[in-house]
Structure formats: structure tokens, C-alpha cells
């Protein structure tokens, strides 16, 4: 059975920066795409980034330079990194994987975090 | 970008009613559609990737169908559980994208 569960959200001041973790199992992350999606408060979901089986990584332009994605193959985890946080970066943040490209298979229970002084 | 739209916003259903929603998107995508239901206060689930491929464990009343920019996610037979808000989303390019959702009431 496959599990993804979040962590490192929270509350943090505009400007700052958060690293948020998924660890994954049932599945391996090197041989998955694996992708962050946000939901601000009461609104839709935005795609933020992917990784794929290969490597290639991808952003929102909304996060573009000031998130990172990677991945651990030995914890078998991803990490989103992200700086220079914004008000309007105040969402919950999925962790999601897929097999045959990034179509979000199985997704995690979500880590919220809040950018505010 | 791909601009994905939905329609309805909101639907409020009787059970056992036939639901149809719609996503377009504003080029051709091929078949790279995802659909998604989203229950109040929990993470979304896959329903249906690739337009038109069940995902594994998912009832059989909900399918989809469509292609290059306009799809189609029916449930035959809404069932009181399936109260939710049901995304559309393209895997075809980057950035990917979301459609802006449809909410699904029970009446």
C-alpha cells in the first residue's frame, strides 16, 4: 500500500524559508514523478513542482527561483525548499506520485503552511 | 499556459441522478486529462488519468471520455458520498495545470 506523508509546514514570517518533506512508501520516489500541489484557503489547487523518474524538474512560474525541488533516494523522501516566502504562498501543500507521467496518482494528507507576520 | 475550464461551478443532485461535467481546455491536449474528486476537508483522489482510464479501486460509476479540448467526467448513479468538488487537470506541458474546480451537492 502506498503512503505519502508531509512535514515542515507551519507558521513562518514573509520573506523567510521553509523546507517541506514527503516520505513516501509502498512506491519508490527515484522510479515515480513526484510533484507538489497547493491549496490556499477555500480556493482550487495550483501545481507548484515536479520531479521526474529522470531527474528533470519543473516549477509554477508563480515559485520559480525561489523553490527547489529534490529528492533522497536513500530515505527514499522529496523536499520542497522554499525562500523569500510570500503571503500568497500560504496554502496547504500536497505531496503527490505518479508511475506513467505526473498524473498524481496517490496523494498525501497535506502540510499546511501559513506566511505571515 | 493551458487554461483549463470547467462548468458547472456547482451542481446540487438527487441521488441517483446522472452528473456530467465538463473541462476544456483552451488547446489541443490529446488524451494527458486527469480527473480528480476532492471530499471536504481531505487530500484529492484519482478518479480518472488519461481521459479515460478508471484508476485502480475507484466505483464503477464514475467514467470519463474526450479528447484534444473537450472532456467529459460522468457519474451514473450519484451516490450520497460523492458530495465533493471535482478537479480537471492537463499533464500535457508544462506548467501543468488545474481546472477551477466543480462542486458537487447532494440536495
Known amino acids: 500500500e502506498v503512503h505519502l506523508v508531509e512535514s515542515g509546514g507551519g507558521l513562518i514570517q514573509p520573506g523567510g524559508s521553509l523546507r517541506l518533506s514527503c516520505a513516501a512508501s509502498g512506491l519508490s520516489v527515484s522510479s515515480q514523478y513526484m510533484s507538489w500541489v497547493r491549496q490556499a484557503p477555500g480556493k482550487g489547487l495550483e501545481w507548484v513542482s515536479v520531479?521526474?523518474?529522470?531527474?528533470?524538474?519543473y516549477y509554477a512560474a508563480s515559485v520559480k527561483g525561489r523553490f527547489a525541488i529534490s529528492r533522497d533516494n536513500s530515505k527514499n523522501t522529496v523536499d520542497l525548499q522554499m525562500n523569500s516566502l510570500r503571503g500568497e504562498d500560504t496554502a496547504i501543500y500536497y505531496c503527490a506520485a505518479s508511475t506513467v507521467g505526473p498524473s498524481g496518482d496517490y496523494w498525501g494528507q497535506g502540510t499546511l503552511v501559513t506566511v505571515s507576520s | 499556459e493551458i487554461v483549463l475550464t470547467q462548468s458547472p461551478e456547482f451542481q446540487s443532485v438527487t441521488p441517483k441522478e446522472k452528473v456530467t461535467i465538463t473541462c476544456r481546455a483552451s488547446?489541443?491536449?490529446?488524451?494527458?486529462l486527469h480527473w480528480y474528486q476532492q471530499r471536504p476537508d481531505q487530500s484529492p483522489k484519482l478518479l480518472i488519468k488519461y481521459a479515460s482510464q478508471s484508476f485502480s479501486g475507484v466505483p464503477s460509476r464514475f467514467s470519463g471520455s474526450g479528447s484534444g479540448t473537450h472532456f467529459t467526467l460522468t457519474i451514473n448513479g450519484l451516490e450520497p458520498e460523492d458530495a465533493a468538488t471535482y478537479y480537471c487537470h492537463q499533464s500535457y506541458t508544462y506548467p501543468l495545470t488545474f481546472g477551477g474546480g466543480t462542486k458537487v451537492e447532494i440536495k
Open positions: 520531479i521526474s523518474s529522470g531527474g528533470d524538474r
Open positions: 488547446q489541443s491536449i490529446g488524451s494527458s
